[in-house]
């Protein structure tokens, strides 16, 4: 079979995807050892990565947006099912099973960083540290927040486990290489297999702009 190599990730999804590793990172670290201004700022900056990955979802590359890549429930259990067989890898995007953890990382990315705005880390609730919109609600709105981020927390170190353990399996048990493409962009398919269409990075540009504005609108306004 011939095989060539195409170009299946745009580089907004690489950086947004590098990125969220490294902030996902600085933030467990600086919650952890209480480096909130680091913490609060790395929050924000996950916002903004996962707005922008929704909007990047709607408008931009072909194989990046949600109506391409989510199937059917019935087509993820499929998937799964053929996981211990080998066969060529003729997929562009997230396969069926993929798609629905990107949908569930993002959700949980978005619980995880709204609910901190909102938060406080002081058990007898004197407000001594709190998330910046935090005494813009009543106490028992802000509780219940607090409860939020820390039990997000741990279904997102779990899906985030998953995720790397599906990768490596993929990997290991099928022969799928997913990791360069994330990150060089390029994937080896079956020469039939046709590149997706690829958004421009100024629009990628502008809708990250959009993001940053609106997180930032959203914080001093709220
Ligand atoms: C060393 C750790 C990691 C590796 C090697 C890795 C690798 C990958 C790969 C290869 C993909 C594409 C999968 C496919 O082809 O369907 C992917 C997608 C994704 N990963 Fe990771 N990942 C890692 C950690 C993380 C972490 C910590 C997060 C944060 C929650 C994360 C969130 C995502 C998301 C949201 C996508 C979808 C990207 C998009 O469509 O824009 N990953 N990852």
């Not at 467990?28 to 700022?41: E, I, Q, V």
């Not at 929704?54 to 391409?68: C, K, Y």
């Amino acid at each position: 079979m011939e095989i060539s190599r195409i170009r299946i990730w745009d580089r907004p999804v690489r950086l947004f995807h590098w990125s969220l590793i490294l902030l996902v990172a600085t933030s467990y670290a600086s919650g952890k050892g209480g480096a909130w201004t680091l913490h609060y700022a790395s929050g924000y900056a996950i916002l903004t990565l996962v707005l922008f990955r929704i909007l990047w979802g709607f408008f931009g590359s072909e194989n990046a947006r949600f109506a391409h890549f989510l199937k059917s429930p019935v087509a993820a259990l499929r998937q799964l099912a053929r996981l211990t067989k080998r066969d060529v890898d003729r997929e562009t995007s997230h396969n069926p099973a993929g798609g629905w953890m990107v949908v569930a990382l993002l959700a949980l990315l978005f619980a995880q960083a709204f609910s901190g705005l909102f938060a406080n880390h002081d058990p007898g609730f004197s407000y001594s540290q709190h998330g910046p919109l935090a005494l813009k609600v009543d106490e028992a709105t802000s509780e219940s927040l607090s409860a939020l981020h820390l039990a997000v927390q741990r279904y997102l170190l779990l899906a985030i486990a998953l995720h790397v353990l599906a990768i490596m399996a993929y990997k290991l048990v099928k022969g799928h290489e997913l990791v360069m493409p994330m990150l060089t962009g390029e994937k080896l398919v079956p020469t039939a297999v046709r590149a997706p269409r690829l958004a421009s990075g100024r629009l990628a540009l502008g809708l990250f702009i959009l993001a940053g504005a609106s997180v930032f609108v959203f914080i001093r306004f709220f």
